[in-house]
């Protein structure tokens, strides 16, 4: 008896990152830089497939509350409002495109996928872990008061 699914390669074996097998589906946008000069491309039509399911299911992951939906929202304010419908979409292509990350560290992990709440970029450190940051921070920031060289007498008491 043969099980569906056993004898297809991981998408990690095909694929050596997520970004390579993002290019494959073509959720890559094209970007093109010159003379100070920036173009952007379409995301492309290749994988007739995989990626018209995968915006599907970004339109449904951005209805449940959560990492995605808030990455949703964030991204369709940056790139021009609720009322521009290119901004949705451009969003919508950007979810799909984190959905299709997740699924790849879940295949190559083994371990299931664990919402990181909807607050997870704003609270990405603990207040300790700032704290030494920014002590790091000073400490690099502010010259070291010069070490009296050996060669240097020490000052005469009597005056």
């Not at 030494?132 to 400490?139: G, K, T």
Request: aromatic share 6%; net charge positive; proline share 10%.
């Amino acid at each position: 008896m043969r099980v569906a699914g056993r004898d297809r390669p991981r998408p990690h074996a095909c694929f050596a990152s997520h970004e390579k097998l993002a290019s494959w589906v073509t959720l890559c946008p094209g970007n093109h830089i010159s003379a100070g000069k920036r173009k952007h491309g379409r995301t492309g039509d290749a994988d007739t497939y995989i990626k018209p399911m995968l915006v599907q299911a970004a339109w449904a992951a951005i209805r449940t509350p959560g990492r995605l939906q808030a990455k949703y929202g964030r991204l369709v304010r940056r790139f021009g409002g609720e009322k521009n419908p290119a901004a949705k979409k451009k969003a919508i292509t950007a979810i799909a495109r984190t959905l299709l990350k997740i699924a790849y560290q879940v295949l190559r992990s083994g371990k299931p996928y664990e919402n990181p709440g909807a607050d997870s970029c704003t609270r990405r450190e603990s207040p300790g872990q700032r704290q030494a940051y920014l002590m790091r921070q000073l400490q690099s920031s502010t010259p070291a008061a010069p070490s009296p060289s050996p060669l240097a007498r020490p000052p005469d008491p009597r005056g």
